[in-house]
C-alpha cells in the first residue's frame, strides 16, 4: 500500500478501499443496525462481516498478520463502516485506539504476543484513559501500577470505556509516581482474564448503542514486568500521541454517520411528493442537502489531510488531528439534525434510520477528548507555531 497522497485525486487503491468496504457493509452491517441500536446490544454479525473481510483491525501491519492498511486508508473503512452503522465503525476504531500504544511504542515481544490475534480477529483492543473524577483532565487520574517484584500490580477504576467486556486486551493507564504529575503515567497491557478484572454494567446512552461502554476495575491486579509499554512515567504522552492518531478516526467516522445521512434524506427527497412534486424540488429543501454536501466535502479533506500526517507522523498532527475530529464532529451533529429535518416527521421515528444517525453522531463531539479541549488542543499548537 503507498502512503502517497494529493489533497485532489486519491489513487485508485484508495477508492477501491472505499467500493470493497461499502459492498461487505451493505450486505453484512447495515441489515444488522437497527437491531443492534434497539436491543443495545453489540452487533455480532456485523463483526463476523468484517472480520471475513479483513476490515475489523485494518490498520494492523502486515509484520503482526494484518491487512497493512495504512491510515488513510483506515480511515476510509472507518467512514464506510459508520456510514452503515456507527456501533460497528467503533470495532475497527476501538481496534486501532486500543493497540496504537503499542505500535508506537511497545517491546517487539509485546507486539508479536498482543497484535497478532487482533489481526485474526480472536480479539479485540481497548483503551482505558478515563476515570470517573479525570475526564478531559487526563492526567489527573488516580488508577495506581506499584512495581512488586518481577510483577506490577494494578488498582483503580477506569470509565467509559468503549467495548468493555468484549475486548480481550486493554491498554491501561496508571500512575507509577505519584509526585511527579504527567511525568508519573505508565502504560500497560492487560487482560481480561487477569485476575482482579472485572466490569460494569453497560451504560444506557443517547446512541452507539450496539458498542458496549462500562467500567472496568482492577483490584489488585498482577501482570508480568514486562507488559509495561515503553518506557516508565512515558505513559501520558503515549496516551497524548495516540490521540494524535485516532482522533482522525473519529473524524472519520462523523464523516460517515453524516454521509449516510445525506445519502438517505436525498432519496427520500427525490420520491416524496409534496404540493404535487417531489420536495427535492423546492429550494428549502436543496439548501438543507446543498449545505449538508458542503460540509462533508469539507470535513473529508481535512479528515484526509489530517490522516496522511497520521501515517507521516508529521510535526502538525496534533493540530490536524484535533481540527479533523472536532470539524467533522461538528458537521456530523448539524448535518444529522438538518437531514431529519428533510424527512419531517418520518425522520423523528424509528422507520427511517435518520434518528438513529443524529443520536450515534452527538458522542463524536465527546469521545475521544470534547470538542472544546480539541480548541484547546489546537490554540496551543497554533501559539506554539506548530499549525502549518
Ligand atoms: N504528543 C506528545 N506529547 C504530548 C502531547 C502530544 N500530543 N500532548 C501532551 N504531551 C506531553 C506534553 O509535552 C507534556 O510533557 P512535557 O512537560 O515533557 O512537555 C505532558 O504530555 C503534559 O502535557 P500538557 O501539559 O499539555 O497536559 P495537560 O494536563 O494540560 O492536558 C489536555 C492537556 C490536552 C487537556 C489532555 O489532558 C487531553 O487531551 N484531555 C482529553 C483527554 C481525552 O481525549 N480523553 C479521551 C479518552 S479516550 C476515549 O474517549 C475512549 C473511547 O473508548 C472512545
Redesign the pocket.
Known sequence: MSTGFTPYKLPEEYSDIRTATRDVCDAGVAPHAAEADQTASFPAKSYEALKAADLHAPHIPAEYGGAGIDALGTAIVIEEVARACASSS?IP??NK?GSMPLLLDASEELKQRYLPPVADGEAMF??C??EPEA??????MKTRAVRDGDEWVLDGVKR????AGVSEFYTVFAVTDPEA???GISAFVVEKDDAGVSFGKPEKKLGIKGSP?AEVYFDSVRIPAGRLIGEVGRG??L???T??HT?VT?AAQALGIAQGALDIAAAYAGEREQFGKPIAKFQAVQFLLADAAMKITAARELTYAAAARSERVDADL?YFGAAAKCFASDAAMEITTDMVQVLGGYGYTQDFPLERMMRDAKITQ?????NQ?QR??MA?ELLRGNAF
Open positions: 467503533l476504531a476501538v485506539l481497548s483503551y484513559l478515563s475526564g478531559s483532565d487526563a492526567a489527573s467509559w470505556i468503549t467495548n504529575g504527567p511525568k461502554t501520558f504522552s496516551a497524548m500521541r490521540l494524535d482522533r473519529i496534533t465527546i469521545y475521544e477528548g470534547t479541549v484547546v488542543v496551543r
